[in-house]
T-cell receptor
Framework: AQSVTQLGSHVSVSEGALVLLRCNYSSSVPPYLFWYVQYPNQGLQLLLK??????LVKGINGFEAEFKKSETSFHLTKPSAHMSDAAEYFCAVGRDSSYKLIFGSGTRLLVRP | DVKVTQSSRYLVKRTGEKVFLECVQD?????MFWYRQDPGLGLRLIYF???????EKGDIPEGYSVSREKKERFSLILESASTNQTSMYLCASSYIWASGISSYEQYFGPGTRLTVT
């Protein structure tokens, strides 16, 4: 069965610093992987998705993620954090062969001035 | 752009009340989902529907029911609200490719923050 683990419920970085949010997954089938962002009091917005076309995936707002099969990881990065990046980030994996998603528990990103 | 709307952003109900949460999507998506979101638990699937009048239980269906009479609308019903159902409720939808395979990519509404007192 698929599962998703996000390491760190809270990550704090300084403005301009590298952002690294970790996601590890388990999947018995080639995975479909997603990162979503949730700003305060809003729904989830798709940041990027991996669907086997390329291992390095670029998303919106300067974020990217790299699929590493050997490490079963799909970590999210951004070279330079902005204050506007403060939000909660969710990693998700496609469930089995169905069209459902399994979500991680989320990582709240805090950006210090 | 896909638009998923939810009937209320904030809702306060009393214990024992029947509560209806409405979700509408405007992109003719076949699949619709209801999740609840609680701190530290991420999103948990309550129910989903893959067609009109078709529904399946998710991971935490107890205390909830759903209705899908029209393709664009998916309702979540709390038959008798309890305080442990205080949560953020998120609706989402996804489409089916022409091949008949469903997309995993889901589009979310803004959420309804429900407080049961």
């Amino acid at each position: 069965a698929q599962s998703v683990t996000q390491l760190g419920s809270h990550v704090s970085v300084s403005e301009g610093a590298l952002v690294l949010l970790r996601c590890n997954y388990s999947s018995s089938v080639p995975p479909y992987l997603f990162w979503y962002v949730q700003y305060p009091n809003q729904g989830l917005q798709l940041l990027l998705k991996y669907t086997s076309a390329a291992t390095l995936v670029k998303g919106i707002n300067g974020f990217e993620a790299e699929f590493k099969k050997s490490e079963t990881s799909f970590h999210l990065t951004k070279p330079s954090a902005h204050m506007s990046d403060a939000a909660e980030y969710f990693c998700a994996v496609g469930r089995d062969s169905s069209y459902k998603l399994i979500f991680g528990s989320g990582t709240r990103l805090l950006v210090r001035p | 752009d896909v638009k998923v709307t939810q009937s209320s952003r904030y809702l306060v109900k009393r214990t024992g009340e029947k509560v209806f949460l409405e979700c509408v999507q405007d992109m003719d998506h076949e699949n619709m989902f209801w999740y609840r979101q609680d701190p530290g638990l991420g999103l948990r699937l309550i129910y989903f529907s893959y067609d009109v009048k078709m529904k399946e239980k998710g991971d935490i269906p107890e205390g909830y029911s759903v209705s899908r009479e029209k393709k664009e609308r998916f309702s979540l019903i709390l038959e008798s609200a309890s305080t442990n159902q205080t949560s953020m409720y998120l609706c989402a939808s996804s489409y089916i490719w022409a091949s008949g395979i469903s997309s995993y990519e889901q589009y979310f509404g803004p959420g309804t923050r429900l407080t049961v007192t």
